[in-house]
């Protein structure tokens, strides 16, 4: 029996209240990762994070296949589709790391969060995955939202600042283009494991080479804590979440599932007020609950005809 093209699986697979909870557990897993990145920082430089990562997130996506059996090395025609989404997957976390010197962290995450719009025209355009107006406008409304809790716009913005968000926004764009290859090939029928692996794999030598290049080094031996929060990005972000995002990816709505992305930041702000003392504004709660009414349009099942 032949295996059914890319196209006639369900990409618009209605999300159910268990991919919402999980994906609402994979953003709040996000958004605190920010948060243990900038507690690592101080003596683990950005890029050699990065590598670490990936390296630690690919053992646990291996032994996760072990475990279940997944047959890793089967030719099944991923080998190109995965190369190249291991390349995007590279390049995105360098933009986003040297952006971030750049531009303001509030910047920063506003112009990333543009991926669900690339991921809806993009899902739009391959697979006719209609969005109706009021899904459009949930978008707008939580990308509004997301804008007011960051706190833009701000008020002095000069070349490098645009710059940095130029770096911020493309690297928005390479998430959204590895959400749409992962559903455009034949990745969509090879497990999640073996799509994620190849991201790792390939990811590695990129920011390696690009973490020797901008000379990042690490001049002694970690502290606990920041040891503890690269095991944190590396076995449960990169290793777990990341996993049941691929998983997720292949089974529903890409554009309704990337919709969901925008609570992210909004965790990572509560994780900053809960483990930065970082404060929460009223106008906070104000952008929290756009961004929620937004989700709620975008997930809103399309009227039926009378």
Known sequence: MTTPPPMILPAGRPLGAVAIALVVMLCLSWGFNQISVKVALPDIPPLVQATI?????????LIAAAVRGTKMFERDGTLWSGIFCGVLFGVEFILIYRGLLLTSAS????????????VA??????????????????????FTGLALAMGLPQAS??????????????AGVLWAATTLLVKASRLL???????????????????????WMFGETVTGWPRAVPLISLAYQSFWVV????????ALIKSYSASKLSAFTFMTPLFGVIGGYVILNDPISP????????????????????????
């Open 53 to 61: 990562r990936s390296l630690g997130g690919l053992l646990v996506v």
């Open 107 to 118: 910047r920063a995450v506003v112009f990333l969060y543009t991926a669900p719009f690339v």
């Open 121 to 142: 025209l993009g899902s739009r355009l391959l697979w006719n995955e209609r969005l109706s107006p009021m899904q459009w406008s949930g978008l707008a409304l939580s």
């Open 157 to 170: 913005v000069d070349a490098k600042t645009l710059l940095g968000d130029a770096m911020l926004m493309a």
């Open 189 to 211: 029928q090879a497990p999640a494991e073996k799509t994620l692996s190849y991201q790792l794999a390939v990811s590695v030598p990129i920011l390696a080479l690009s973490a």
């Open 239 to 246: 290793g777990t979440t990341f996993l049941i995002w691929y």
């Open 283 to 306: 106008v906070f709660i104000a952008a929290a609950m756009l961004v929620i009414a937004g989700l709620i349009l975008v997930n809103r099942p399309p009227a039926r005809p009378a």
